[in-house]
Nanobody, 123 residues
Framework: VQLVESGGESVHTGGSLRLSCAVS????????MAWFRETPGKAREGIAA????????DYADSVKGRFTISRDSTKNMLYLSMSSLKPDDTAMYYC??????????????????WGQGTQVTVS
């Protein structure tokens, strides 16, 4: 399984971005897919997840109301739409997928497959 993120760039505070994650397999084969982010010296943070069965979503409080996770099963794509961006959102963003039906949905240990990351910088 390969995941490739794209869409990261430098934006001003208050701006918007949409990150994309191309998945080499059908997204329906994964129980859940998610976005994480990481900054130097901090643990990888789970910020948004979506269940393939019913598209139920879950978000970290830090992004709730500003970020939206979605998927396009016809294109095997995962997206993260981000708005009202803040400097604290600056991070490397990763997409991840899991076939596990157990575990905390925003816990990195639940996820098996990861992309290489895309950098988002907000200033």
């Amino acid at each position: 399984v390969q995941l490739v993120e794209s869409g990261g760039e430098s934006v001003h505070t208050g701006g918007s971005l949409r990150l994309s994650c191309a998945v080499s397999e059908r997204t329906s084969m994964f129980y859940v897919m998610a976005w994480f982010r990481e900054t130097p010296g901090k643990a990888r943070e789970g910020i948004a997840a979506i269940y393939s069965r019913d598209d139920f979503t879950d978000y970290a409080d830090s992004v709730k109301g500003r970020f939206t996770i979605s998927r396009d099963s016809t294109k095997n794509m995962l997206y993260l739409s981000m708005s009202s961006l803040k400097p604290d959102d600056t991070a490397m963003y990763y997409c991840a997928t899991s076939t596990r039906t157990y575990g905390l949905v925003l816990d990195a240990s639940r996820y098996t497959y990861w992309g290489q990351g895309t950098q988002v910088t907000v200033s």
